[in-house]
């Protein structure tokens, strides 16, 4: 018997739903220019992360972390939203999705007019001091190839989680929960390889969702929690399942009028 089409198959899930959740990760931004941590172009290939992702490191050494910071400031600041970034925006704007959980620093999802978005791994755009908890915006402090500093003197840390730091508590709180009572999860672009963000499609499965994943690659989770895998880029995949789940006379968005569907 020949699989449905798998995106097929998640429209008909998604179609008239109100607990959809979605948790992503760098891939549903590589589209938009940012590339992805592992693989074979991800930046931990330029960058040892235990060289320059680790508190330690960065307490150790914040002029050399800032080298791999500051690319990545750069990187999030030219970075526009895609189709899948848009996609889920929609998506929440249907009521069909409830929550965006992202792994992701770069601001793309709000960009792109999502509101209810959980920022597990924190967010480039704000800096904060270390030593005096002062923060500042970081269009407001940052120098391309420098260490921006605190009024107090003290170098200033990317709102982000750096290896060996905790999750946010109220961003770990909130996301479980949204794992625990969501009907559907969407997993976009991520490798699952790092905890405890990789947890969160398993409290899923626990508590009955069906966890979908949208990933030109199969990952850890496609053998264990995953029921519907599309192997596919997350563009691509949202461009085409945001027009699925169009009424008849809706209209069709420009960004996709590009793709053919029959
Ligand atoms: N569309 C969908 N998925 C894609 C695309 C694409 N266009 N391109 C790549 N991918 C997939 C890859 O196959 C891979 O499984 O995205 C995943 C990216 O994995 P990682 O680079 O490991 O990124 P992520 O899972 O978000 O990393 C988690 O690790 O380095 C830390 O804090 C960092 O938040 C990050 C965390």
Redesign the pocket.
Known sequence: MTREDPVLEAARLLRGRTDAVALT????S??SGIP????SQ?L?GKYD?MEY?TLGAFLRSPEKVWRMLSEMVALCGDAAPNA?HRGLADLEGRGILRAVIT???DGLHQAAGTRNVIEY?GNMEALVCISCWRRYPTRERWVDGQAPACDCGEILKPD??L?GEPIPWLAQERAEEEARTCGVLLV???????SP?CDIPRIAKKAGAVVVE????E?DLTRTVVSLHIP????EVMGQLIIMLRDPGDDFPPHLKSFNIP
């Open positions: 990760g760098a891939g549903i590589v589209e992805a941590f592992r693989g991800g931990w992360p992702a899948a792994q992701n620093v791994h982000v989680v290896f976009i672009g991520t490798s699952a390889e790092v963000a949208i990933n030109p690659e990952t596919g880029s997350a563009s």
